[in-house]
């Protein structure tokens, strides 16, 4: 497999900066919004959107991370058992603006199982998606309103988002198979 380094660690920091900004200017400020992250680099990358924002605004901002294992739709057919983690939104999202936040866009399923994981739990005023890389390929109507890179990529290519808290360093991959095509 080849590996092509698409953002660097100064890159992801720009790219966060930028994509805070965007937020804060999009609603003329950060009144009413939360920051929701979609486990797992969802969850870090809304932790730093989240704190970029508070450093800007100069205030607190709610951030919740969400676990959206039962509420995907390819879980069905599978023999081995999902690995549930917590979803820990410890404030009201009913009339917030929120801003849903993952690494990767692909197909939209993830987003999707996300709003209804949100549905579930209150009645937000407005979701918001922002997403570090959009790979296209969507199976369903679904696109970023905060987009920190468009990478138009292949079947036989898939993104990897590398982060320090997980990885040991902020990077992005783009990742060539030999294979004909990559699973889904």
């Given at each position: 497999m080849k590996k092509t380094k698409i953002i660097d660690?100064?890159?992801f920091q720009r790219t966060i900066n930028r994509l805070a900004h965007?937020?804060?200017?999009?609603?003329?400020?950060?009144e009413n919004l939360a920051v929701i992250g979609i486990r797992t680099r969802g969850d870090y990358l809304a932790r730093r959107i989240a704190a970029k924002i508070e450093e800007i605004e100069k205030k607190p901002i709610p951030m919740g991370t969400l676990d959206i294992t039962l509420y995907r739709d390819d879980l069905r057919g599978r023999l081995d058992q999902p690995q549930?983690?917590?979803?820990?939104?410890?404030?009201?999202?009913t009339g917030k603006t929120l801003v849903l936040i993952d690494d990767v866009l692909f197909t939209g399923r993830t987003i999707r199982a996300a709003l209804n994981?949100?549905?579930d739990i209150g009645r937000p005023a407005e979701i918001q998606l922002l997403v570090l890389v959009d790979r296209g390929h969507r199976e369903l109507p679904i696109k970023a309103d905060f987009?920190?890179?468009?990478?138009?990529?292949?079947?036989k290519q898939k993104?990897?988002?590398?982060?320090?808290?997980?990885?040991?360093?902020d990077a992005v991959f783009l990742v060539e198979s030999e294979e004909t095509e990559i699973k889904r």
């Amino acid at each position: 497999m080849k590996k092509t380094k698409i953002i660097d660690a100064a890159g992801f920091q720009r790219t966060i900066n930028r994509l805070a900004h965007e937020i804060v200017e999009k609603g003329k400020g950060a009144e009413n919004l939360a920051v929701i992250g979609i486990r797992t680099r969802g969850d870090y990358l809304a932790r730093r959107i989240a704190a970029k924002i508070e450093e800007i605004e100069k205030k607190p901002i709610p951030m919740g991370t969400l676990d959206i294992t039962l509420y995907r739709d390819d879980l069905r057919g599978r023999l081995d058992q999902p690995q549930l983690q917590s979803t820990q939104i410890l404030f009201d999202i009913t009339g917030k603006t929120l801003v849903l936040i993952d690494d990767v866009l692909f197909t939209g399923r993830t987003i999707r199982a996300a709003l209804n994981a949100l549905m579930d739990i209150g009645r937000p005023a407005e979701i918001q998606l922002l997403v570090l890389v959009d790979r296209g390929h969507r199976e369903l109507p679904i696109k970023a309103d905060f987009v920190g890179k468009n990478v138009p990529t292949s079947m036989k290519q898939k993104i990897d988002v590398l982060m320090n808290e997980v990885d040991g360093e902020d990077a992005v991959f783009l990742v060539e198979s030999e294979e004909t095509e990559i699973k889904r």
